[in-house]
Every structure is written in C-alpha cells, then in structure tokens.
C-alpha cells in the first residue's frame, strides 16, 4: 500500500490487491471498515487507476462529517489491511471498444472514475477524438494536477480546466461554473455522436448533462454518475 | 472479518438500529443517483400506462392521474450505495388502485422511464399496499431530479426499484432484467437481506 496525498482534501490509497481480478475504467469498489467490537461501516469509492496500471487505486476526498472518508484520508496507515468489494458498475465505463469521440466532464472529485478513463485511453493507445473537461474551485484543489498538464503537454490531450472560485495570476483557462457557452465551446458538436461520460456533484452534472441535451446531444450518449448530498 | 485498525464509527445515537438495514447508515440528505441526463417531460405530454400481459392496457395523462384517489404514505428508503433516509412522506396513487379491475395471469413487471432506464420487480411486490406512482416528496411536487413528474415507489426494495420518472408498467410472465440488473445489480434487492449485487 501506498499512500499519496493528492491535495488539502484527497488521498489517493495505491493498493497491491492479492487475486485481484481486473476491472474496467469508471467502476467503483465498496470498502467496508469494521470497529474492534464489530461495527461497520462501509462505502463506494470510484477506482482511480486504469485496468492497465497492475494496481488498484482509490482517490478519496474527505468530507468533514463523514465517517469513512476521514478514517481513509487521515487515520489508514502502510501495512493496515481494507476489506474491498468489487469492481463493482458496468454502465460508467469507459473501453476502447466503445469508441468515441470521447468527451469527459469532471467536477471536483467526480473526476476521478474519468482519470481512470484517461489512464486507459494513453494505454491502450486510444485513437479517437478526446476531449476533457475538469470543474474545480482553484488550481490547489484540482486532483493529480501534474499529471493531467503532462498528458496535454507530452500527449497533446485536449484537456481544460474551468476554476470556479479562485484562479491564479496569468490564468488563461476557464474561470466560471459550466454553462452552455462553455459546453458548446469544449463539447463535440452534437452531430458527432460523441460519448459523453459526466461525474460530479449533482448539481454540476445537472448543469453539464442537461446543458448537453439543450445543446443537441442525444441523451442516450451521455452518462452520468453523480455523488455528494443535494441538501433537499 | 478484517478489523480496522484505529477504526471507532460514527454511530448515531438518534437512530432506532432496527430500522436501519445491515450495511447501510442514515442520512438527512437526499442523494441523486441516476446513469443519465434528467429528462424534462411536459405534464402535456405525460401519460402512464398498465400494458404487457393484461386483458386490455390502460392509461392515464396527468390530470386524470391526479384525480386518482391518493396516499401519503410515509416510509424509509434504501439505496444500494448505502445511504437510507428515514420518515419519508410521499404522495401518490397506490399501484393496487391502478390495477384495480385489470385482469392478468402475470407474475412480473418491468417499469419504463423517460430516458430509457427500466427496473423488474415481481408483481406481488407492488400490490398489496406496497407501492405508489408517487408525485409529491414532503409536502411538494417531486423534482425533476428525484424522478418528478412521478415515480415508482416501493420502499420495501433497494430504492434503485422506485424507478424515477415511470411512464408504463409492463406486466410479464418472466423475470426480465431492468437495467442495473443486467449490469450486475441483484434482480430482487432486499435490503434486509443485503441484496445489493448478482450472487448476493
């Protein structure tokens, strides 16, 4: 096991499996804690790394009043064991034989199951069109950063980011919520038949995959995974 | 049982443990999950219907629905992700005053949605005042995304049973597969009983 903090609020856990059996891009395991005197508590976490990568990593944010979140990115040490379940989902995936264009629309930690789906796509060489899309408050709180500015930079990926509440001197990217002039300027045109993999809090996926529909594309070709409370 | 180590919970004192399913914990939010866009239809053009294995389909639009005599049933829900939401309250039609005066041998339904999603429940499990079309959520109409105009409602089963925005109600002789049930998804979903996925 390994432990990387990715920022102020996320962990990402690099776990060595044992009989693991390989997983698609975008599906989740369920992690199960249990107290000395038998409690459990478990939850679902996207899988971060992509089938290719020979380990399994999750990418937890941790929510203040959670209850396993805070045991993962604070308390979980090298050398402690995690009961997983999984992988677990099979509509939120992403493989290459799906085919594309491939645009991803990410929100805070909803981005990690489409780094998964990045991972894949450099992998397995991917070929058709790619576009990305990640919606964070500020550049600090953007989730594997470094690595995701190498793959535009090394791999020419079309990869934007949009800052919601706090940019850097000199940004040049986006610096708003997604709207439909956003969309429409990042998304395929809606003739391409693209699939669209959008993961977020619920209102971002509301604004990103409905805002989708407005613009044309075919409901049927966007996919939507969504977390975190609606506070109705 | 793998213990986790420095691992103490936040259990909740306020909560009657036996009204929580094993695996779950207990939220005051309300949580969307859904595999795609929201579909927006117009009441206009919303109509529900009681097809498949019956003598002859009925349907209502929704003013005619609305006119249907109604509960509010006040239940508490479980999501296969974990979460269950306590004394819901609802408004809605009971799925046995839909039935009531169709004829049918069928022991399975598949409910259709807006946007393409369906789910299989055994008919005996919505009849028998156990499930609602319901349209209202605490007090008011129920969002676009928490399944308004309407949906399915049967709190007894995994919450991904209640399908959200419900247009038809397909009687069948077979168990066919909605759709999380062919993605791995258990084809019944007894929380009591931890059905969460194929196999369990």
């Known amino acids: 096991m390994q432990l990387v903090d990715e920022t102020a609020r996320t962990r990402s856990i690099v776990l060595d499996v044992p009989a693991w059996a390989g997983h698609r891009a975008g599906q989740h395991v369920d992690v199960r804690l249990t107290a000395a005197d038998g409690y459990q508590a478990q939850r679902s976490y996207s899988i971060a790394s992509a089938p290719e990568d020979g380990y399994v990593v999750l990418t937890v944010q941790r929510l203040d009043d959670g209850e396993v979140s805070p045991y993962l990115t604070q308390e979980l040490r090298i050398g402690d064991e995690l009961e997983l379940r999984g992988p677990i989902g099979g509509y939120f995936i992403w493989e290459a034989k799906l085919g594309g264009p491939l645009f991803l629309v990410g929100g805070g930690s909803g981005f990690v199951p489409l780094r998964a789906m990045l991972r894949h796509y450099l992998a397995v060489g991917g070929t058709v069109p790619l576009r990305v899309l990640y919606s964070s408050r500020s550049l600090p709180d953007v989730i594997y950063r470094e690595e995701l500015i190498r793959m535009r930079e090394d791999h020419g990926l079309d990869i934007r980011f949009t800052l919601t509440r706090r940019q850097p001197t000199g940004w040049s990217g986006y610096a708003r919520r997604i709207d439909l002039p956003l969309l429409a300027e990042v998304a395929f045109p809606s003739g391409a038949r693209s699939l669209t993999y959008v993961c977020g809090p619920t209102e971002f996926v509301e604004a990103a995959a409905g805002g989708l529909v407005e613009l044309g594309h075919g409901a049927s070709g966007i996919r939507t995974e969504r977390f975190g409370p609606t506070g109705t | ?200």
């Not at chain 2, 795609?36 to 009441?43: A, E, Q, S």
């Not at chain 2, 819901?88 to 009971?94: A, D, E, M, S």
């Not at chain 2, 339904?109 to 999603?117: K, S, T, W």
């Not at chain 2, 168990?175 to 194929?198: A, L, N, S």
Request: proline content about 8%; glycine content about 12%; some cysteine.
């Open chain 2, 1 to 200: 049982m793998t213990i986790s180590r420095g691992f103490r919970g936040r259990r909740r004192t306020d909560v009657d443990p036996a009204r929580v399913p094993p695996g779950q914990y207990v939220t005051g939010d309300f949580p969307v999950l859904s595999a795609g866009p929201t579909p927006h239809t117009r009441l206009s053009d919303w109509t529900f219907e009681i097809r498949g294995a019956v003598d002859a389909p009925v349907w209502w639009g929704w003013e005619d629905f609305l006119a249907l005599p109604s509960e509010t049933p006040t239940v508490d829900i479980h999501c296969v992700t974990k979460w269950s939401k306590l004394d819901t309250t609802w408004r809605g039609v009971p799925v046995d005053t839909l039935l009531d005066g169709v004829e049918t041998a069928a022991g399975y339904v598949l409910a259709f949605c807006d946007g393409g999603y369906t789910t299989n429940l055994p008919l005996r499990d919505i009849t028998g005042g156990k499930a609602w079309i319901a349209y209202e959520y605490q007090g008011g109409p129920l969002a676009p995304e928490h399944g308004g105009p309407a949906r399915l409602l049967v709190p007894h089963l995994y919450f991904w049973k209640s399908a959200k925005w419900v247009r038809a109600l397909e009687l069948r002789d077979d168990d066919e597969p909605g759709f999380w049930e062919t993605y791995g998804y258990h084809m019944y979903g007894d929380p009591w009983k931890e059905q969460r996925y194929r196999g369990d």
